[in-house]
Structure formats: structure tokens, C-alpha cells
């Protein structure tokens, strides 16, 4: 199933986003701080993640979190 999730933060100027811990099928919208993605399977889960607004002005805003992918069993 795809994710998504959609990251805020206000400032001025505009704060952009980024992102460590991330898996490759994950990405996140540096602009707009979507991150989305889907993942293959749950190998690697869960991942700690870390994304971090910024825009030049101390400090920065950051987010710690965990995503856990699931496994589905269709019968």
C-alpha cells in the first residue's frame, strides 16, 4: 500500500525539507514536505526517521519518528 504524509512548518523565508533514515522507495518533497512512497515488502521495519525543516535561520525544526510497514495477507 502507498504512504503518505505530509510534514508543515512555517517561517520566513519558506523553510525547506529534508529527511536521514529514510528506506530508497521512501522520498520527501524538499518544497512541500510530502513523503510518500511504497514499499516493496517490510524488510528493514521499522525505520527511525528524521526530517528537519529549514530556511538559514537558527534553529532548525526537526521531527523524530518511527514508520512501521505491516505485512497484508489476502486470502
Do not use: C, E, K, Q
Amino acid at each position: 500500500m502507498p504512504y503518505s504524509h505530509t510534514f508543515t512548518a512555517t517561517g520566513y523565508p519558506a523553510p525547506t525539507f529534508s529527511a536521514t533514515g529514510m528506506p530508497a522507495w521512501l522520498t520527501i518533497d524538499t518544497a512541500t514536505g510530502v513523503m510518500s512512497g511504497t514499499p516493496p515488502n517490510a524488510a528493514g521495519s521499522p525505520f527511525n526517521i528524521v526530517v528537519t525543516a529549514s530556511n538559514g535561520v537558527a534553529p532548525n525544526a526537526t521531527r523524530n519518528f518511527t514508520l512501521t510497514v505491516g505485512t497484508t495477507v489476502l486470502s
